[in-house]
């Protein structure tokens, strides 16, 4: 009722045992805390909160134009009704090292079990866009630098995205992902690879665990668990597959009631009620004060 049950120190120490079992995690984009709980209701690992959905849902598109504050909020909304551990796009760190610094300690107060930070030059762009710039080398990793000298708590994750595979190639990605890990990143979010047998070369190369981003409509193919889970990938996520779908969804009932004025036939398509107030724990909250509001489930 009300939050989670564990505490966010608990779901950090639970995402660094994930990563460390040898056993792929997936974890889906959550779009609002609702969403949240029901990644965690369907049994995934973990949940992913997506910088492109965070600009999304304020109407914005991904470049950079999100605030700490507003991610960090929403971040704390998503990860405070789950007791899955959350990972957050947390994009160049809003600003130099020392803002990298605060981004990751505000992050921590949130209740986030991890971040990612990446290696694009500010204001970034969707990392699945052609047009992309990075930072040399010494301004990559001292973004890391500034984040792991920051946390308190050493179960925080601090991930390092690189975007430089799109601009630089392969080779280029391989070598800024070790520079990365020696700055004391944990793990690697290489993104944009294009084929399995790149995050093969990545993992043969690294020894912390990586991320393959499974984004439609971009640069990589959309590989199954199972072929990802054999190319050595250690966590899986899907940042905006459920906000796309939701939308979809939206824009077809939107149109249905302009075509028919009324959405009776799309009621197979919808969330029942019944299923909503579970999802959301009425039950329990009424049991917890009856004397304040009294009320019984119905299936109309």
Not at 78 to 94: N, Y
Not at 107 to 113: H, P, Q, S, T, V
Not at 239 to 261: K, Q, Y
Request: aromatic letters at 6%; a negative charge.
């Amino acid at each position: 009722m009300l939050y989670a049950t564990t505490t966010p120190a608990e779901r950090r120490r639970l995402l660094r045992e994930g990563l460390a079992s040898g056993e792929l995690l997936r974890f889906p984009g959550a779009f609002n805390p609702l969403s949240a709980r029901l990644i965690e209701r369907k049994g995934f690992e973990g949940v992913y909160i997506s910088g492109a959905v965070l600009s999304a849902d304020l109407g914005l598109p991904d470049i950079g134009l999100t605030t700490l504050t507003e991610v960090a909020g929403r971040g704390q909304q998503i990860a405070r009704m789950t007791d899955l551990p959350a990972l957050i796009d947390a994009d160049t760190g809003f600003g130099e090292p020392m803002n990298v610094a605060r981004t990751v300690q505000t992050l921590e107060d949130a209740g986030l079990a991890g971040c990612h930070l990446e290696d694009q030059v500010n204001p970034k762009r969707c990392g699945h866009l052609d047009g992309k710039a990075v930072v040399d080398t010494a301004t990559a990793t001292g973004r890391i630098r500034a984040a792991v000298d920051a946390r308190r708590d050493p179960d925080f994750l601090i991930m390092a995205r690189t975007d430089i595979r799109a601009v630089e190639g392969l080779d280029a990605a391989i070598d800024r992902a070790k520079a990365l890990v020696d700055a004391g990143a944990d793990a690697i979010f290489p993104e944009a690879m294009r084929t399995l047998a790149e995050f093969e070369a990545m993992r043969a190369a690294l020894d912390v665990p990586i991320l393959a981003n499974m984004t439609e409509f971009g640069k990589s193919d959309l590989f199954s668990v199972d072929q990802l889970r054999d190319a050595g990938v250690n966590l899986v996520i899907w940042p905006v597959s459920l906000l796309r779908l939701a939308m979809g969804a939206a824009d077809r009932a939107l149109d249905t009631l302009i075509d028919e004025g009324h959405l009776a036939g799309r009621l197979g398509e919808m969330q029942h009620r019944a299923d909503l107030y579970d999802l959301v724990d009425y039950e329990q909250y009424n049991r917890f004060d009856q004397d304040v509001f009294n009320f019984q489930i119905t299936k109309d």
